[in-house]
């Protein structure tokens, strides 16, 4: 064991031993930094890091002893952190080591031998090299680069648009002469080469000698993607240690961006010429003007950030997520704190009325900060949106057909989580839009609708909720035919009138999305119960419109956040639990009659002439009630989809919002558990898998 | 009594590895050694909310901070007979490293004693426990004077799937 290591043993048991008033404790703990610093060795990839995370806890602990912290307990916890921090710095030292790129010289290190160079391409494409100093460079430069490679993206559809809007040009030309001048820097040379074959093309796109078509932009758009594959790569190579692998379609991409490049100057015309006077004038501008730099006006000097469209605010601070999560917890702390604080006062006899005005100033304080530390989270949905505009187009091109997508309230907010979980559903739906509820050209003319086809995608906030729309022009969905099919299918039985709600919820369905008659009709038949199934776990919903011939209209709806439920507290003997508001339809205290048994055991309870099946809380969680008889407690009914259950509870404690956590990674998936709240009284409360509960109860 | 002795003698290169600090604790009459740098903190016994279908031993979960963490008792864990809680009963917080995931699990204990350095010539490898069953979350024996500390390898005391629910 080295020095270091010992050290930093010491450190450890010293923060886990001392306590935060304790003087010389920290004292000795600030020495213990101090030589833990001087015993490092010099030479280690790690050695800075290690170093400045040992300088900074330092300062915290030379600061609590000058008590110019006010929070001692909580400086004290961060030193731990830091110590763990520092033996995480550590133990990463064998996983850095192995790598031969440590000990081997990076400035023109030959590419690996396996690998052959191709001939063809007009760039020599070193590889990709890290080097363990610039792991943190390269890692920023992985951000950085992604925030690049989105805005082009933007940009391109833009440009797909017009395809001479200089704007659009010039972000496009600033991303990638960013992204390159920072891979040349830290060595990057795939990624570094195909950003300066980009870079060209663009380029020779603001001096106007080269004129963008359709062609040019889908090879930008492949390099876009090729791009987004590399970085990728590299983050990945990141954490694992070993070099990112060849990119074997660089070199063909290299070719094509040259290609286009070089069509200019010898006034060919390559893929799809927008229009033929385009072309023309294409040639007339290159052979006037020689690709040299540009003198663009609007030329930006290096590094500033790639404007894509939306008002970019220029006082943005990153913060990991990590730590604005741990912000997040330790506001939601404070609330329950300071919760606790004013119940106690409140309960003291003579209650100082000072006390108690000062108390709820805090706790006005405490709720600002919470609203505020929930709007953290928000970021935009205009991620996602971006991500549809770029399949639609691919989908159009695919398909044959002309349509266009139109995106509305971009800017609106939702939860960071929702964004990701969000994305996939309206992936299928957009495609199922296009697919299914986008007729051809030809048809669509037959029905007297323009040949192109209008799809709407629509964001806003509406009662707490965030609602996205996905409205078409489309051939509408056919009632009939799914009610004829899902009879066919059993999924219902024949004569049974539904309304015309149900009906359309009925293309949710496992049974029928997988029939492919079904598409043939109405089209949404892929994949809609996974998109059912994926809004209602972020407890949200979906509502159906549509008009035959006309189109129709898909309504997701799914709360803002997904940190925060409204639940009902319920006991049951000594235990609590939540469940959630929208799974309950509605609780009563039932009269005997209402209650019927199956061999004496299996309970049922007539609720407005439906038998509901009596799940006994209790016994499914094992704990002492406090009523035994159904008539004498509460029965809490919940519904999930067409099915419906009754939960018997002691007593209903009240309804509140509660912040979900996860039951900590210890332990695997309960059944009918979802998750855990932490009530006001800073203990934790289970909350109840509504959906779970019931499907246990009606599969016996 | 030499044949068994040298039976459980382990290669010398294993015991060495473990020499370092120690925080100890009791259960009953016998001490255990925590890797220190596997604790992460020390707090008193709180109300503990009980998670149903789990294995006897999870006592359930607690908030920290803000943070659910599962709590389980090590005397249930390790077959002891249950004791009254008296004040002195804490929760250790551990951090333990599970395929690679760091997660922290509070453990019951009777009493938290102190912080011990323990040279690695101090430690013998865990014995053999009479054929009542392995020995493999013991990672030595650490001998302080006359008494004998019994170190555990607390990732192993409390593999995931001895938390998970019993089917």
């Known amino acids: ?700 | 009594m030499s044949d068994s002795s040298t039976s459980t003698i382990p290669p010398p290169t294993k015991a060495t590895t473990h020499g370092g600090k120690y925080l100890t604790f009791a259960l009953g009459k016998e001490e255990y050694g925590l890797q220190i740098l596997k604790v992460r903190e020390i707090i008193g016994l709180m109300d503990i909310t009980a998670v149903p279908r789990t294995l006897p031993h999870v006592r359930g979960v607690i908030n920290l901070r803000g943070q659910v963490i599962t709590v389980v008792d090590l005397r249930a864990k390790f077959d002891m007979q249950s004791v009254e809680k008296t004040d002195q009963t804490c929760i250790i917080v551990v951090e333990i490293n599970q395929s690679g995931r760091k997660l922290n699990i509070g453990i019951i204990v009777d009493r938290v004693s102190e912080v011990l350095d323990i040279a690695a010539e101090k430690i013998e490898a865990s014995p053999n426990l009479g054929g009542s069953g392995d020995a493999d979350f013991i990672l030595g024996m650490g001998k302080i004077g006359d008494s004998v500390k019994i170190l555990l390898d607390i990732d192993q005391v409390l593999s995931t799937d001895d938390l998970s629910i019993a089917a």
């Open chain 1, 1 to 700: 064991m080295q020095a270091h290591d010992r050290i930093l043993q010491d450190v450890a048991a010293a923060t886990v031993a001392t306590s935060a008033d304790d003087l010389q404790g920290l004292a000795r703990i600030h020495s213990l930094f101090e030589a833990f610093r001087a015993a490092l060795p010099t030479s280690e990839p790690w050695t800075l890091a290690a170093a400045s995370v040992s300088t900074d806890a330092g300062k915290i602990v030379e600061r609590m002893i000058l008590s110019e912290i006010a929070d001692t307990d909580a400086a004290m916890r961060q030193i731990g952190d830091m110590t763990t921090e520092l033996i995480g710095i550590l133990q990463g030292i064998p996983q850095s080591t192995p790598a031969p790129i440590t000990q081997t010289p990076i400035v023109d290190a030959p590419p690996e031998p396996g690998s052959s160079q191709p001939a063809v391409q007009p760039v020599t494409v070193k590889q990709d090299l890290i080097d363990p100093n610039d792991s943190s460079l390269v890692a920023e430069f992985v951000l950085e680069a992604g925030e690049h490679v989105e805005a082009s993206e933007a940009a391109l559809l833009k440009l797909d648009q017009d395809y001479t809007d200089i704007e659009s040009i010039n972000a496009l030309f600033r991303a990638f002469h960013t992204i390159k001048g920072v891979a040349g820097f830290i060595r990057l040379g795939q990624i570094g080469s195909l950003a300066h074959a980009v870079e060209n093309l663009m380029d020779l796109a603001r001096s106007n000698s080269l004129r963008l078509n359709a062609g040019s932009i889908d090879a930008l758009l492949k390099a876009v993607d090729l791009m987004k594959v590399m970085i990728a790569a590299l983050d990945r190579a990141l954490t694992s240690g070993v070099t990112p692998p060849i990119q074997p379609a660089l070199p063909a991409m290299l070719e094509t961006l040259h290609h286009f490049a070089h069509a200019t100057t010898t006034s060919e015309a390559v893929g799809i010429a927008a229009s033929d006077t385009a072309t023309a004038e294409a040639a007339a501008v290159a052979a006037a003007a020689a690709p040299s730099p540009s003198q663009d006006p609007a030329s930006a000097p290096t590094g500033a950030p790639a404007a894509s469209g939306q008002s970019s605010s220029d006082s943005v601070v990153k913060v990991s997520t990590d730590r604005l999560d741990s912000l997040i917890n330790a506001i939601g702390e404070l609330v329950i704190a300071q919760t606790m604080v004013s119940q106690d006062v409140a309960s003291l006899v003579p209650a100082s009325h000072r006390v108690v005005r000062e108390l709820t100033q805090v706790g006005k304080i405490a709720r600002e900060l919470q609203d505020l530390s929930m709007s953290m989270r928000m970021v935009p949905i205009h991620g996602v949106f971006q991500k549809m505009s770029r399949l639609a187009r691919d989908l159009a091109r695919k398909s044959g057909k002309e349509f266009e997508l139109e995106i509305i309230g971009g800017e609106t907010e939702l939860d960071r989580g929702l964004v990701e979980a969000v994305s996939d559903p309206l992936v299928h739906m957009v495609r199922n839009a296009a697919d299914h509820g986008i007729e051809s050209p030809e048809d669509r003319e037959k029905a007297g609708k323009p040949r192109c086809g209008h799809v709407r995608l629509r964001a806003y906030h509406q009662a707490g909720n965030v609602v996205v729309e996905i409205k078409d022009d489309g051939r509408g969905l056919n009632k009939a035919k799914i009610l004829r099919k899902a009879q066919e299918r059993g999924i219902v039985p024949p004569g049974k009138e539904l309304s015309e709600q149900e009906i359309f919820k009925l293309i949710l369905c496992a049974g029928l999305s997988t029939a492919d008659k079904v598409t043939d009709v109405s089209g949404r038949g892929v994949g809609m119960d996974v998109v059912l199934r994926n809004v209602e776990s972020l407890r949200g919903r979906i509502d159906i419109e549509s008009q035959e011939g006309l189109g129709s209209t898909f309504t997701i709806r799914l709360p803002l956040t997904l940190a925060v439920i409204d639940g009902l507290v319920v006991r049951v003997g000594d235990q609590r639990y939540v469940i959630p508001i929208t799974s309950i339809e509605q609780s009563l205290r039932p009269k005997p009659g209402q209650i019927s048994t199956v061999r004496d055991r299996d309970e049922m309870c007539m609720v407005r002439d439906h038998l509901v099946p009596v799940v006994r809380l209790h016994q499914l969680f094992g704990v002492q009630p406090t009523h035994d008889e159904p008539t004498e407690a509460i029965l809490v009914i919940v519904q999930s989809g067409s099915l419906r259950c009754s939960l018997m509870v002691d007593e209903l404690l009240g309804q509140q919002q509660v912040v979900i956590k996860s039951l900590g990674d210890g332990l695997g998936p309960i059944s009918g558990v979802s998750g855990g709240a932490i009530l006001g009284d800073g203990n934790v409360c289970l909350i109840l898998d509504a959906p779970g509960i019931i499907l246990s109860a009606s599969g016996q």
